[in-house]
C-alpha cells in the first residue's frame, strides 16, 4: 500500500476544471505474487486516513479471495468438462 501522510495531492484537469485527486493502492497478490492493483482516488480535500487504509487492505483482500476463488473454480469446471471428454473417448475404444 502506498499511503504517505503529509504529501501534496496530485492536481487533474479532469472534465476541463482543476481537481485534487488524492490517491491510495495497493497490490492484489496470490501468495506473494501480485496479480492486479486496487486503487482508490478521493475528490475531496483532505488526505486519506489510517482507518482509511485499513479499510482499503480489508477489501483488497476480499477482492483477491473473490478473484482466487472464480480461478480455483474455472479449473474445477475445466477439469470436470476434461474427465467427461475422456469418458466419452473411452466409450469410443
Known amino acids: 500500500m502506498f499511503y ?6 496530485a492536481l487533474s484537469t479532469a472534465g476541463g476544471r482543476r481537481a485534487r485527486r488524492i490517491g491510495a493502492g495497493g497490490p492484489l497478490r496470490r501468495g506473494k505474487t501480485p496479480f492486479g492493483l486496487l486503487a ?4 475531496r480535500d483532505r488526505f486519506f486516513t489510517a482507518q482509511d487504509r485499513a479499510w482499503l487492505e480489508a477489501i483488497a483482500g476480499k477482492c483477491e479471495d473473490a478473484i482466487e476463488n472464480a480461478r480455483l ?3 474445477l469446471a475445466e477439469q470436470e468438462r ?3 471428454d475422456l ?3 473411452a466409450r469410443f475404444r
Open 4 to 9: 504517505r501522510p503529509g504529501r501534496r495531492p
Open 40 to 43: 482508490l482516488f478521493n475528490r
Open 73 to 75: 473454480v474455472g479449473q
Open 82 to 84: 476434461l474427465k467427461r
Open 87 to 89: 469418458e466419452i473417448a
